[in-house]
Each structure stands twice: as C-alpha cells, then as structure tokens.
C-alpha cells in the first residue's frame, strides 16, 4: 500500500503571500494517479488538480501542481482569503484504489 | 449542473446496519465510477469502496471488507451503500464521488453516520 505524507501539518501565511505543499509518496506514484483537494470547514472537497498539474474545471490559474515519481507540490501564487483551508492530495493504486494524504492546513498569519 | 445527494445517514448501534444513497442528476449516470469517501471528525478523508459504470466491478477499503456493499442502480441514477454490523470507528460523514480520470472529480454533500450505544 502507498502511504502518502503531506507536509507541513500546517502552514500559516498572509493574504498575497506563496504556498508551497508538499505531498510524498511511499513508492513510485504515476503522475497521472496524483490529485490535490481542497476542503473548507462544513463543506466537501473540491477537485483542482489532477494528473499531477492539471487543473480541474474553474480552478482559478494560481493554482499549480507539479512534480514526478515520489515528490509533488501544490503551489498556490498568491494566497486569497477563501484559500485558506486544507488541503489532500491523493494518488490513485490498485489496493486501495485511493489513497489520501493527511492533509495540510493552510490558516491565515 | 452534476449534483450528487447523499441521504440515509444517522444514528445507529453498534452491530447494527445502515443504507445510504445517493441521487446523481446532471450527468449520464451510467457512463460513470462511482465512490464512497468517509471522513471521520476532525479527521482525514478515507476511500471506502468503488463501483464501475456497468456495476461489473467493485473495490473495498480492507477496514470494510466483508461488511459493505456498494451497488448502483443505473435506471435510477441512484448509488448505494449498504453497511452491516456497524463499528463505532464506521462513524463518520459519508460522500459519494463521481470518479474522473483517476479522482474524484464531484463530491455530494455528505451525510452523517453516527454508530453508538
């Protein structure tokens, strides 16, 4: 099984500023297995990125993702305030077929 | 607009069962994987389990192997899952998703089930 670790556990930042999340894999993931999500408090998570660096439909451009074999990120440019929230990747195997990380919560400095 | 509603949660026994549904509208339904994610409080998210389009397939989480039963019914545009001898650990908000090349790409709102004495 892949076991996925996000880091930081939280990352505390300023409207305006960058965010950069990272999401390891255990072993090798496929780059078009990867995707990131975002999840508001009370609310279900919403796709933005998948195969890696494709953004999901109406994902807003300062939204990226890249990365290959163990190591992807989750770039966000210049952080809005309705971006603040957490955030999973997950990468898509065969057992399990989905596998999340733990998250990694973006809150305001 | 893709929709997806989850109902059938609530507050059950431990040992005991529960069916969720979910209703899907603004897609063709049966030209879709659909999945089951739960996230229990304050927790991560978690894949339970995963149905192909023609409801020739199915995938379980290990943790709920043997217990749960996802099904489709594709007349219907509707989605199930039928979980038996419930645990306390079952507890947890449960989505349905729209699987989207190899994601998830619309998730429901969730409904909530809580397994206690």
């Known amino acids: 099984e892949i076991v996925l670790t996000q880091s930081p556990g939280t990352l505390s930042l300023s409207p305006g500023e960058r965010a950069t999340l990272s999401c390891r894999a255990s072993q090798s993931v496929s780059s078009s297995s990867l995707a990131w999500y975002q999840q508001k408090p009370g609310q279900a998570p919403r796709l933005l990125i998948y195969g890696a660096s494709s953004r999901a439909t109406g994902i807003p451009d300062r939204f990226s993702g890249s990365g290959s074999g163990t190591d992807f990120t989750l770039t966000i440019s210049r952080l809005e305030p309705e971006d603040f929230a957490v955030y999973y990747c997950q990468q898509y195997g065969s057992s399990p077929e989905l596998t999340f990380g733990g998250g990694t919560k973006v809150e305001i400095k | 607009e893709v929709q997806l509603v989850e109902s059938g949660g609530g507050l059950v026994q431990p040992g005991g069962s529960l069916r969720l549904s979910c209703a899907a509208s603004?897609?063709?339904?049966?030209?879709?994987?659909m999945h089951w994610v739960r996230q229990a409080p304050g927790k991560g998210l978690v894949w339970v389990s995963r149905i192909k389009s023609d409801d020739s397939s199915t995938s379980y989480a290990d943790s709920v192997k043997g217990r749960f039963t996802i099904s489709r019914d594709n007349a219907k545009n509707t989605l199930y899952l039928q979980m038996n001898s419930l645990r306390a650990e079952d507890t947890a908000v449960y989505y349905c998703?729209?699987?989207?090349?190899?994601?998830?790409?619309?998730w429901g709102q969730g409904t909530l089930v809580t397994v206690s004495s």
């Open positions: 603004g897609f063709t339904f049966s030209t879709y994987w």
């Open positions: 998703g729209r699987g989207d090349t190899r994601s998830i790409g619309y």
